[in-house]
Every structure is written in C-alpha cells, then in structure tokens.
C-alpha cells in the first residue's frame, strides 16, 4: 500500500500570503490529522478530520482551518502567513480514530 | 503546561549496547501511548505502542516499559545499531486513542558504532 502523501514538499511565501497544504490518506484510511512541528514546540495538533467533519481541533488561531473530502483527502489553509507559521506540517491517516496514526513525510513551510 | 516531557534532549550509545528512552505524563487520563521515530526530512513513523491496562509490550529489538503509578514510560531498544540513530517522540492519548495525540519534544538518540 502506498503511504500518507503530501503536497508540496516544500513551500515558501511571504507574510500575509495564504497557503493550501493537500494530503492523501493510506487507501482505506478515514481519519486524517495535522500537526505542526517547529523546534522549540515539538509536534502540535492541530486538527482531526473524520468522514468529511472536523473531530478535534487544537489550539491554533482561526487563521489554520481545514477540510475533509470524500475520498478521504483534506487540505489546510492558513490565511494571512505570519513569520512565526515556518513549520514541518505533518499529516497522519488512521483506518479509524482510534488506531495507529500513520504519517506523511510533512511539507516544510517558510514564510519570509 | 507540557503533558507529556522527555527530559533528555540527546542520548549517545554504543553499538550494540541498550538505548533507554523515558518520557514522563501529567495527565492521569492518558491510557494509550505510543513511540514514534523520526529521521531528517522524514515524517515520523510509528514504532510501537501500549495500552494502559499493559505494564510492557515487545516487538523484536524494542520493548515498551509503562508504569501508571509513576506516570512514565520508557522505551528499551536492545541491542541498538547505528541505523537507530534518530529522534524519538513519545506521544499519549486518552480515551482509547480517540483524542488528539500530545507529543513530547523528542529525545536524539545517536548510535556510535
């Protein structure tokens, strides 16, 4: 089976610019959550996505949102980039909300 | 406030000897908890995992140590191979996996040969 894809890998804007990271679930998979990664935070939830509706959300301003589509795919957006949003964003797909996560490879983000 | 601590930014080892990863938690409704590795440029993949109603779990080279009582957990990888060289997160979640996973920051674990 192929992994959790996501695109792009890399990425790079300017403050204020809004960005949209996408990410493909294992096949099968249902639950998709994203998480930030910077150095000094560690990995940092930041929302769950099950069968098109958000589960959880984490403790992130209304700039971070995300969706969920049918075949399992979601996307984040983050509006308004502020210096502060440079990040690894990993996304992981479960089979179901209560298994093993399972993440991508991340797509790195800098915002100059 | 930081639910789930690893203490130790880095650990060095020698091939072939024990690497033991800790990882302490607050939060006393933690039941499930989880290893994950994680190498430059890579996402974090997953390693092994316990449930609360365990006190140990092994796959192969890696045992996973919970004690409830003291609120930690370690991870014992025997014996280690410079391939295990990489960043080690400890993560948690409650209700049987169905809340969000809170990670710590992750120990680098190097392996010399």
């Known amino acids: 089976k192929a992994g959790v894809t996501q695109t792009p890998r890399y990425l790079i804007k300017t403050r204020g610019q809004q960005v949209t990271l996408s990410c493909s679930p294992i096949s099968g998979h249902r639950s998709v959550s994203w998480y930030q990664q910077t150095p000094g935070q560690g990995l940092q939830f930041l929302f769950e996505?099950?069968?098109?509706?958000?589960?959880n959300k984490g403790n992130f301003p209304g700039r971070f949102s995300g969706r969920q589509f049918s075949n399992s795919r979601s996307e984040m957006n983050v509006s308004t980039l502020e210096l502060g949003d440079s990040a690894l964003y990993l996304c992981a797909s479960s089979a179901h909300r209560s298994d093993t996560q399972y993440f991508g490879p991340g797509t790195r983000l800098t915002v100059l | 406030d930081q639910q789930v601590k690893q203490n130790s930014p880095s650990l060095s080892v020698q091939e072939g000897r024990i690497s033991i990863l800790n990882c302490d938690y607050t939060?006393?409704?933690?039941?499930?908890f989880l290893w994950y590795k994680k190498y430059p440029a890579e996402g974090p993949t997953f390693l092994i995992s316990i449930s609360s109603i365990k006190d140990k779990n092994e796959d192969g080279r890696f045992t996973v140590f919970l004690n409830k009582s003291a609120k930690h957990l370690s991870l014992h990888i025997v014996p280690s191979q410079p391939g295990d060289s990489a960043v080690y997160f400890c993560?948690?979640?409650?209700?049987?996996?169905?809340?969000?996973?809170?990670f710590g920051k992750g120990t680098r674990l190097s392996v010399i040969a």
């Open positions: 993560a948690a979640s409650h209700n049987s996996g169905n809340t969000p996973l809170v």
């Open positions: 996505y099950f069968s098109e509706t958000q589960r």
């Open positions: 939060n006393s409704m933690f039941d499930y």
